[in-house]
């Protein structure tokens, strides 16, 4: 069983590395050649310097890049899957992009017999340097039977989703409910900094309690040593969560909270934090007047 890799970002670079360690044969390629290089090495495996020369004898192409536009780069470009990967070949993806571009990308792929999955990941650098990943997949049954070992490298909970296109929609399921989370926390810590609480102890006390949220346990004492180097970056999730917004306008879904949230990270990038990570909802409230009200 042989496998290939693109992209070798905070995610996909340990994710690659848990299959090495697991003895599969890969090829990594990625468009920085030098974190390839970094990555053969450390890992004791081989990397391409293009697509094609990495795919050409994988059974199993694995993708994790950025958005729409770098997937349908990778799948369609000259030196593209769809172009050079062999028949048969099973394309998973843990990109996070659209359902629309997932589904387009399935159909163009069948015609070449190649299948797909789309396999979006939720747990943070954290999860995917740990293996404890939560993996949302849409595949035909059959092919989530055979891919699902592989997924098994890096991911704790694993889970068939449906039809190609479900993993993607299961995946703003989750940003939906994060934004909302971190918003919430943003405002109870700002709320008790206002009133003059001891921060750390009130966190501490209401982390244990119906309150308690895994991005409160894991980000609050980040938070308030401000600090903002953690996890995902606020250009990523305005990223998803626009596309959360896009796909609510299609289905009919109101989304108050997502779109106000995705304005308040859109302020953040105005003030140079697009790489903060998403708990920096808190700068933002410490900047405003305290007069305004939320």
């Keep these: 069983m042989k496998l290939a890799f693109i992209g070798l970002g905070n995610m996909g670079y340990p994710m690659a590395g848990h299959l090495a360690n697991k003895g599969y044969e890969i090829v990594v390629y990625n468009r920085t050649t030098a974190k390839a290089i970094q990555w053969a090495k450390e890992y ?14 994988a059974d199993f192409i694995v993708t994790c890049v950025g958005n729409d536009d770098d997937l349908s780069q990778v799948v369609l470009s000259e030196d593209g ?26 159909s163009l792929l069948a015609q070449r017999h190649i299948d797909f999955v ?16 939560s993996v949302m997949c849409g595949a035909k049954t059959e092919i989530f039977a055979q891919i699902e070992p592989i997924l098994q490298a890096y991911g704790k909970t694993i889970i068939h989703m449906g039809d190609i296109g479900s993993g993607q929609l299961t995946k703003m399921v989750n940003q939906i409910c994060v934004a909302g989370l ?70 009919n879904t109101q989304l108050p909270i997502t779109n106000l949230v995705s304005q308040y990270y859109k302020e953040l990038q105005n003030l140079g934090g697009g790489r903060w990570d998403t708990s920096s909802l808190l700068v933002r409230l410490q900047k405003q007047p305290t007069s305004s009200s939320e």
């Excluded at 004791?44 to 004898?57: G, R, V």
């Excluded at 996070?96 to 990308?105: F, G, I, M, P, Y």
């Excluded at 747990?123 to 995917?128: H, I, N, S, T, Y």
């Excluded at 810590?189 to 966190?203: C, P, R, S």
Aim: net charge negative; with cysteine.
């Design 118 to 133: 789309d396999a979006p990941v939720s747990g943070g650098q954290l999860g995917a340097q740990k293996g404890q990943l």
């Design 182 to 251: 971190l918003q919430g926390l943003a405002e109870g810590i700002h709320f008790a900094q206002q009133a003059g609480l001891d921060v750390e102890k009130a966190m501490s006390v209401i982390s244990q309690g119906a309150a308690s949220s895994w991005q409160m346990v894991n980000r609050y004492p980040t938070m308030l040593q401000d600090e903002y180097n953690f996890g995902f970056a606020v250009d990523w999730m305005r990223k998803d969560l626009e596309i959360c917004l896009a796909e609510a306008a299609k289905n």
């Design 81 to 106: 899957i769809i172009h050079h990967a062999k028949d048969g070949a099973i394309l998973i993806d843990h990109s996070t992009v659209s359902a629309e571009v997932t589904r387009d990308l399935a």
């Design 44 to 57: 004791k495996a081989c990397y391409a310097t293009s697509i094609q020369q990495a795919i050409s004898n």
